[in-house]
C-alpha cells in the first residue's frame, strides 16, 4: 500500500509531507544526561508532557491563592462545572454523544463503577469474559466482581485463547465462543487495543454478537483512547473505560474516562455507587434532597474531581481537539507501516512481529519479539538511547505515536536495535 524506502534521507522525507509533524514541537522530548534528544517510543505507557500543561495548571494554582474557596465559582475556569469544560473534546476522541462521556477517577475505579452497573449476574446468566492475556488490573477487578457477588470465579470466568501457536485471537473464534456460552454470558469486557498485543478487536462485530446472545459488551480502552477511533457511540458498546495517562498524554495517574450508552443513562433499573458529585447540580447543595441523578454519564461521579489533574487533561485535549483524531488515526496507520516495513527489511528469522499485519487490527503500537534475546538487548538500546518497553520473557513494545514521534524516529529506532541484535 506504502512504497517506503530505507533510508535516513527517506525518513526525513516523510516527516517534510507530514502534516502533523509540527505537533512534536509542543511536547518536551525526554533527553539524556548531556541534553540529547532520546527516541521516545513508550507513549502506550506513558505519554509525553505537553508544553502547555503547565500554565494550565499553574492557572488554577494562581486562583486558589487568589479566591481560596470562592474559586469554586469565580476562577478563571471555574471548579464547580470544571469538568464540563473537558466533556466534548473527550467525547470527540472517543466517539462518543457529550452526554455519554464524563471524566472521572482512575481507570480501574471506573472499571469496577461499571461492573456495579452492568454486571449483574442473574440466574443462570452469571459468566464474564476476558482475554487470556487480559491487563493484570482487568482481571484482578473481574475476578473480584465475581467473588464479590459471592460466585465462583474458576466456573465464571471465561478466558480467550489464542490458537495454539499463535498470540493474537482471531475475530471468528471470538465470535463463536460469544455464541458458544451464548446465555450463560453476562458481560463481555476486553481491553482494546490489548496492551500486550497491541491487537484492536472489531468493537462492532464484537458488541452484535454479544447483544444478540443477551450479554452486556464493555471495553476496557486505555490503549485505545487517543491511539485508534473507537467510535464507543456508532459502536453501540455499553460501557467503556480508558486513562489519560497513555496516549492520551495527561501526566502519570491522571484522570480516567468513562463511557456509557445513552440507552442506560436514564433506565432506573441500573443499580450505581453514588456520590454527591453524581447529584443534580441545581440542587446538590441543598444537602438533604433524595439522590437525584444527572440525566447523563455524570450520574455515575462520586466526588468532586481533583482539579490539577483535571487541567492537564484538558491541556493534552486541547491538543487533540486541534489535531482531531481521525487526522491522528492516518498518521498512525503510515507510522505504523513504516515502522513495520523497517523492522521486516531487517530480514532477521530471530524477530517476529506479534501484532496483527492489518492496519484496522492494530493501533500504533508494535510489540516485536526477538527470539534467543533476553532482557539485556532491552538494556542496550535503552542505553544507545531508545525509550521503550519490554515485556518477559522476550517481547520489546514499542509505540510510534502519531502527535508527537516522527518517521525519522521509526529509523533511527530501527537502526539501533539491528545494531544490538546478534
Ligand atoms: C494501563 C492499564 C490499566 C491501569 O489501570 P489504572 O487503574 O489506571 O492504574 C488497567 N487496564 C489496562 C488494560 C491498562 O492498559
Redo the contacts with the bound molecule.
Keep these: 500500500m506504502y512504497s517506503f524506502e530505507n533510508s535516513l534521507n527517506g525518513a526525513q522525507q516523510l516527516d517534510r509531507e507530514d502534516a502533523l509533524f509540527l505537533y512534536r514541537n509542543e511536547f518536551y522530548h525526554p533527553t539524556d544526561d548531556k541534553g540529547n534528544k532520546l527516541i521516545y517510543l513508550c507513549g502506550n505507557?506513558l505519554g509525553l508532557q505537553p508544553k502547555s500543561t503547565a500554565s494550565k495548571i499553574d492557572q488554577e494554582l494562581k486562583d486558589w491563592k487568589k479566591y481560596g474557596v470562592e474559586g469554586h465559582f469565580h476562577a478563571e475556569n471555574p471548579w464547580m462545572p470544571y469538568h464540563e469544560f473537558l466533556t466534548e473534546a473527550m467525547a470527540n476522541v472517543v466517539g462518543g454523544k457529550t452526554t455519554e462521556v464524563i471524566v472521572m477517577n482512575?481507570?480501574?475505579?471506573?472499571?469496577h463503577l461499571m461492573m456495579v452497573s452492568f454486571y449483574r449476574p442473574k440466574g443462570k446468566r452469571t459468566k464474564i469474559m476476558i482475554e487470556s492475556d487480559?491487563?493484570?488490573?482487568?482481571k484482578y477487578a473481574v475476578e473480584s466482581q465475581i467473588k464479590w457477588h459471592g460466585l465462583d470465579v474458576s466456573e465464571n470466568l471465561i478466558e480467550l485463547s489464542p490458537r495454539p501457536g499463535e498470540v493474537c485471537l482471531r475475530d471468528e473464534d471470538i465470535l463463536n465462543q460469544i455464541e458458544e456460552h451464548g446465555d450463560a454470558l453476562a458481560l463481555i469486557m476486553l481491553?482494546n487495543t490489548?496492551?500486550y498485543t497491541g491487537q484492536f478487536f472489531d468493537m462492532k462485530s464484537i458488541t452484535e454478537c454479544g447483544h444478540k446472545q443477551g450479554a452486556i459488551v464493555g471495553f476496557?480502552c486505555?490503549?485505545g483512547a487517543g491511539n485508534v477511533e473507537l467510535n464507543l457511540h456508532d459502536n453501540n458498546v455499553d460501557f467503556a473505560v480508558w486513562?489519560s495517562?497513555?496516549y492520551l498524554n495527561s501526566g502519570p495517574?491522571s484522570l480516567?474516562g468513562c463511557f456509557v450508552n445513552e440507552r442506560h443513562i436514564t433506565d432506573k433499573s441500573i443499580p450505581r455507587l453514588t456520590g454527591w458529585w453524581g447529584h443534580n447540580k441545581e440542587t446538590r447543595f441543598g444537602m438533604r434532597d433524595d439522590f437525584d441523578p444527572i440525566p447523563t454519564a455524570e450520574a455515575w461521579q462520586l466526588s468532586n474531581p481533583p482539579i490539577l489533574s483535571m487541567a492537564s487533561v484538558w491541556a493534552s485535549l486541547e491538543i487533540f481537539d486541534k489535531a482531531g483524531i481521525s487526522n491522528l488515526r492516518k498518521k498512525a496507520i503510515k507510522l505504523t507501516a513504516y515502522l513495520e516495513y523497517l523492522v521486516n527489511d531487517l530480514n532477521n528469522n530471530d524477530i517476529s512481529i506479534i501484532t496483527p499485519k492489518e492496519a484496522h487490527r492494530r493501533g500504533s503500537q508494535l510489540s516485536i519479539q526477538v527470539a534467543n534475546a533476553d532482557k539485556s538487548l532491552y538494556e542496550a538500546i535503552s542505553a544507545d538511547g531508545v525509550i521503550a518497553d519490554w515485556r518477559e520473557p522476550d517481547v520489546i513494545r514499542v509505540a510510534p505515536t502519531a502527535l508527537y514521534n516522527s518517521f525519522e524516529d521509526c529509523w533511527q529506532f530501527v537502526n539501533v536495535l539491528n545494531k544490538h541484535l546478534k
Aim: hydrophobic share 25%.
Design positions: 505507557s482512575t481507570l480501574t475505579v471506573n472499571l487480559a491487563f493484570p488490573s482487568d481491553g490489548n496492551y476496557d486505555a490503549h486513562c495517562y497513555k495517574g480516567g
